[in-house]
């Protein structure tokens, strides 16, 4: 199980005096949970037993197929046949597939999706209730016709061409168009450098038919797929449903060589520099390929993994201590080695300088880079990291049974496209310790020099028009100095016996009096500063506890001179770091902890939130204390702070989508409205670091009106200890606070406006909003709800499918409660300009239909089944659980009474939704607003 644990621990990747010994070279056990076979005709099944959904399973079909077995009149038929996969097939002709799901509450988008990526495309349908007769079947006649059964019809063919575009217009932006520039030298000019995914719009305007039905052929067969089965199930009834109803599917004869594309090699290094006028900051990237073992199954493989994760991780580590610090020339760097394509491998740094430093930040990080190749790492640095490695395997270990559907799907995937072995957590955990019982820094080392070598290197560098670019004559340079060794010396630090409570004195109080809810299985605990805490014990996900802290006021409270300075006091606390120590420091003293805490300040409200494993509970409570009584207010932090935000400004000049967002935000409140303001170098500059110090201490040094709940798995006995400790110990003035409104009106009831900004690619995009004053309660707020959501699925079939006039129409519906009780309706989406009226037309039509009772059936029960579908699926988690407790003491209801979620599901009946819908457009304030292209002038 190397692919679980590497993926959840990327940053940090390592065997006992006792239990069975391994050998390098011996195969790593597989995960019995996990089972696989390979039908006559070369199709694989995986099957795997869950119910951390319970009554639910996810369906996949992972096809060893992607862009780059396109040929060149083919680019983009791979992801445009994941789209026909939704558009009729041998026994779900039209939005069959579609419809059948969504009628059980199973969300298109959100729960029935697909992806094509360069080597494969893979389709899911994820947690489909199992308590449905008939329902498995129906799942996997779904993966039996999109193994080998799609119609591909002329008619659907051609209607599916304009969603494609739209997707191709909505996905363009200076990034994408800089990565494409990028990727032949990334990639040494093979075919993966002319094969994105999304393809080419020539070739998907004007391909024949036959050229989408002959790639279909070639590559969809039984020999390059792979089914999974994730879920609430019986896995011996699954596998004879499946060898019945998949071994009838016929083995392709004579069929083509599934090649694989390599990378070809380089001598030294590659450079390339592109730019974008919608790209105001820079990004570079510097990588080494490496061939990519065919498979990874060994205890060496395991250890080679483990050492190259760790040398990796160490130097990141290295490289935040320098971005932390105000005169980094790099706002980001980080070290990595991984998968790059199915054969090769790469040792990656990437490095975001801050404006104007690209040379100063790429020579930096190279030093720091080659500090380690000339030098190693230091022993306490491997002992932080065996001790995050040793906790994240403990924490898993204690959590295998809540493993989701996707990460089960994840180590699936990987062990069907590149042989990595599923292997069993138990064994891989034992081999860890074996690992770390030799292992020395010196292991590292050689590990990073190996890593480090001088050909199939290559240079990517996103340049900034007008400023001073890295050119490949100074990174040469930059490079040749860093790997002399010039002006290096060895990576020290001095962290030996340093704790988190270093210099605080905590003076416990105590817990007064213990109330018990046997309403809803809760305890109260009332401590001796007045605090209240709400506790439950739940272990839906065993070894996982979750806190929660609120109260009311937030910068409500504040005059408007001060918003500046607030909205940025949590961001400086953070950067400063906590306590005794700065932010480099604090993750060194919490070192193995699987434990955070943190607090946030919001326009009404003051909060504050935890989370650890069960073991780690007393740390979390520390550090929620120390946030009250001992937050850290440093001026290095506050103008590393300062230099992120100056980045931001520059990043925010080129970028068209931030653009949109301030003028949207002028065209309702106007250019200077105070509570409003457009986030510039004045809103900068009004930033107070000594204001902010007393914000954070008038909104948390008085513990008073917080009301706490923690919910997860820790038993009260244990916990009440702690609360007395660290709760009952926090400063209280017994005083109570309630927010203010200070809510924004905008400056007409009817907006309507273009704006026209300057764009590379041109695209309209629509924003569309009705608001008006609506009763808050629970019975408005699902109707609201059900308005947004039927009015999705009416825009999916009358704009995306009919017109295909966008990739997707993106609709939000709430009911704010506080600081006035608003209903919001909105819709936005981008398309192309010249079909902005038809679209918009499209939009107010479906609203008026529903207003005037034009209201599928069909809707309304695919709307309320997923809401039925997600409230079972929630209460799988113990999140659930914190809802439960926040509504009950802080809004006043109980969550699990069903007249406050299942009665008013059902009362969303075609009358009600059509009475509400006219409640809410008589007499609302509306805007439409519309962002195109601006003609580009002639040169």
């Not at 290094?269 to 490496?290: G, N, P």
């Not at 580590?317 to 790099?330: N, T």
């Not at 009358?798 to 409660?817: C, P």
């Not at 981008?830 to 009772?853: F, S």
């Amino acid at each position: 199980m190397k692919s679980i644990f590497k993926t959840l621990f990327l940053l940090l990747i390592g065997f006992s005096s006792y239990g069975q010994r391994f050998s390098e070279a011996d195969r790593l056990p597989d995960y019995d949970r996990v089972r696989k076979g390979v039908l006559e005709n070369g199709m694989t099944y995986y099957l795997y037993s869950s119910d951390v959904v319970k009554n639910a399973a996810s369906f996949y079909i992972i096809q060893n197929v992607g862009s780059v077995l396109e040929n060149d009149d083919q680019q983009g038929l791979a992801h445009f046949l994941e789209h026909m996969a939704f558009n009729g097939t041998e026994h779900f002709e039209g939005k069959g597939i579609l419809n059948t799901l969504q009628k059980h509450g199973v969300v298109f988008g959100k729960e029935i999706n697909a992806y094509t990526s360069f080597d494969e495309t893979v389709y899911n349908m994820d947690k489909v209730p199992m308590n449905k007769p008939g329902l498995l079947d129906t799942c996997l006649l779904v993966l039996h016709d999109w193994s080998n059964y799609l119609l591909l019809t002329d008619e659907e063919i051609d209607a599916e061409r304009g969603v494609i575009r739209e997707e191709w217009r909505t996905r363009q932006s200076g990034g994408m168009r800089v990565w494409e520039k990028l990727l032949p030298n990334s990639h040494n000019d093979s075919k993966y450098a002319v094969r994105l995914p999304i393809g080419k719009m020539d070739v998907v305007n004007n391909f024949k038919y036959k050229a989408l039905r002959d790639f279909y052929h070639d590559w969809y067969r039984t020999d390059l797929q792979a089914i999974a089965v994730v879920g609430d199930i019986d896995i011996d009834a699954v596998e004879k449903k499946i060898k019945e109803k998949f071994s009838k599917i016929p083995a392709v004869k004579n069929p083509r060589k599934r090649f694989l594309v390599d990378i070809p090699g380089n001598e030294g290094l590659r450079y390339k520099m592109a730019m974008d006028k919608e790209v105001a900051t820079s990004r570079i990237s510097f990588q080494i390929r490496h061939p990519r073992p065919a498979k990874d199954e060994t205890y060496g493989d395991f250890r080679t993994g483990i050492l190259e994760g760790m040398a990796t991780s160490m130097i990141s580590a290295r490289m935040r201590e320098i971005s932390q610090k105000p005169d980094s020339p790099f706002l980001y760097a980080g070290v990595w080695y991984g998968k790059m394509t199915r054969t090769s491998n790469a040792l990656s740094l990437s490095v975001s300088p801050k404006p104007g430093k690209q040379h100063e930040a790429f020579e930096m990080a190279v030093k720091e880079l080659n500090r380690a190749v000339k030098f190693g790492y230091t022993q306490s640095e491997l002992e932080r990291s065996k001790a995050n490695y040793i906790s994240s395997y403990e924490t898993m270990l204690k959590k295998l049974d809540d493993i989701s559907h996707r990460q089960v799907i994840g180590w699936i995937k990987r062990n069907y496209l590149d042989n990595e072995v599923i292997s069993d957590p138990a064994k891989e955990y034992e081999a860890l310790k074996q690992v770390f019982e030799t292992l020395k820094p010196e292991d590292l080392h050689a590990t990073i020099k190996r890593l480090y070598i001088k050909d199939n290197r290559s240079l990517s560098v996103t340049g900034v028009d007008g400023r001073k670019n890295l050119d490949e004559a100074t990174a040469r340079k930059m490079l040749a100095k860093a790997e002399s060794g010039e002006g290096l010396v060895a990576y020290t630090e001095n962290m030996a016996g340093k704790t988190l409570m270093d210099g605080l004195e905590v003076k416990p109080g105590t817990v007064v009096s213990v109330e018990k809810n046997d309403k809803i299985g809760s305890t109260t605990f009332k401590l001796s500063n007045g605090v209240k805490v709400h506790h439950k014990f739940v272990d839906k996900q065993k070894n996982s506890v979750k806190l929660s802290a609120v109260s009311f006021g937030g910068t409500s409270l504040l005059p408007v001179s001060d918003l500046p300075s607030a909205s940025m006091t949590i961001n400086t606390a953070n950067f400063s770091g906590l306590g005794e120590y700065n932010a480099t420091d604090l993750k060194k003293v919490l070192a193995g902890k699987r434990a955070s805490a943190g607090v946030s300040l919001g326009g009404l409200n003051e909060s504050a939130w935890g989370s650890a494993v069960t073991k780690d509970v007393e740390t979390m409570l520390q550090l929620l204390h120390l946030r009250f009584v001992k937050p850290r207010f440093a001026k290095e932090g506050y103008e590393v702070l300062k230099s992120n935000l100056s980045n931001y400004l520059t990043r925010k000049a080129g970028d068209v989508n931030m653009q949109k967002g301030d003028s949207l935000t002028v065209a309702l409140y106007g250019p200077n409205h105070p509570r409003r303001r457009i986030f510039d170098e004045g809103y900068i500059k009004d930033i107070s670091f000594d204001r902010m110090k007393e914000i954070y201490s008038e909104r948390f040094a008085d513990a008073s009106d917080f009301e706490f709940f923690i919910i997860g798995d820790v038993k009260e006995e244990a916990l009440k200890p702690l609360l007395a400790k660290y709760v009952a110990s926090l400063p209280t003035k017994g005083t109570e606070e309630m927010w203010k409104d200070n809510s924004s009106e905008w400056l007409s009831d009817r907006i309507e406006r273009d704006i026209y900004l300057k764009m590379e690619n041109p695209k309209a995009t629509v924003r569309t909003q009705f608001k008006n004053k609506v009763k808050y309660n629970l019975q408005n707020r699902t109707m609201m709800r059900a308005l947004g959501d039927i009015l999705r699925l009416r825009y999916t079939e009358a704009i995306r499918e009919k017109e295909g006039g966008t990739y997707g129409a993106r609709v939000s519906a709430s009911l704010g409660q506080r600081p006035k009780q608003i209903a919001y309706l909105s819709v936005s989406f981008d398309c192309d300009p010249e079909k902005v009226d038809r679209l918009k037309e499209i939009v107010v039509e479906e609203i008026e239909k529903i207003k005037n009772g034009e209201i599928k059936q069909e809707d309304i029960d695919k709307t309320t089944a997923n809401y039925l579908k997600e409230r079972k699926d929630a209460k799988n988690n113990n999140s659930y659980e914190m809802s439960v407790l926040k509504n009950y003491f802080r809004e006043g209801y109980d969550m699990n009474d069903p007249k406050n979620f299942e009665d008013i599901v059902a009362s969303v009946t075609a009358k009600n939704l059509q009475k509400f819908t006219k409640k809410l457009l008589k007499g609302a304030d509306s805007y439409e607003i519309v962002f195109r292209p601006k003609a580009k002038e002639v040169q």
